[in-house]
């Protein structure tokens, strides 16, 4: 992905079904993610928001939605927020993630993920975590993530 990510998003966000068709052309990018129906709510520097839908596909044995179908949803939404929010010299990658069940998962999940600081340029890498919260239908935080964004600059070809 790269800093257009989010001058694709500005043009499809407001057409109809424009954030359907973002999140399909991320999941066809990143073809992992499509296995649970990711769609953006929202994307801007400094917050990403996405939904999943509960269905069977990703339901655990006590038919709430599965553990690490939360965790691809907050690396889908965290991944896409460190992009569009870090500068374009620089480049990241995930490199751990923590996370909490809190409460059982039931219905659509929507989550909301935001850097633990504003992210900046640097001649060196650093990290950068990104906080991830998913709440149910009610509010509920059912599930929080914390991921350990490595960022760091671009190779002098690619720093474009």
């Not at 359907?20 to 801007?44: D, E, H, M, N, T």
């Not at 569009?84 to 219905?107: C, D, F, H, N, Q």
Request: net charge positive.
């Amino acid at each position: 992905m790269s800093a257009d990510v989010l001058k694709i998003y500005r043009r499809l966000e407001r057409k109809p079904l424009g954030r359907w068709l973002f999140s399909r052309l991320i999941c066809f990018k990143a073809p992992y993610f499509g296995s649970i129906g990711p769609r953006i709510v929202r994307l801007q520097p400094g917050r990403g928001e996405a939904t999943i839908r509960h269905r069977r596909s990703i339901t655990n044995h006590l038919g709430t939605v599965h553990a690490i179908a939360l965790c691809n949803l907050a690396e889908f939404v965290g991944g896409l927020t460190t992009d569009v929010s870090i500068p374009r010299s620089m480049r990241w990658i995930p490199k751990g993630m923590t996370v909490e069940y809190l409460k059982k998962a039931m219905g659509r999940m929507h989550a909301v993920a935001t850097p633990a600081f504003e992210p900046r340029e640097s001649a060196e890498g650093y990290d950068l975590p990104m906080d991830v919260a998913v709440t149910d239908p009610r509010g509920n935080t059912v599930f929080r993530a914390r991921i350990g964004m490595w960022v760091s600059p671009k190779p002098p070809h690619d720093a474009h």
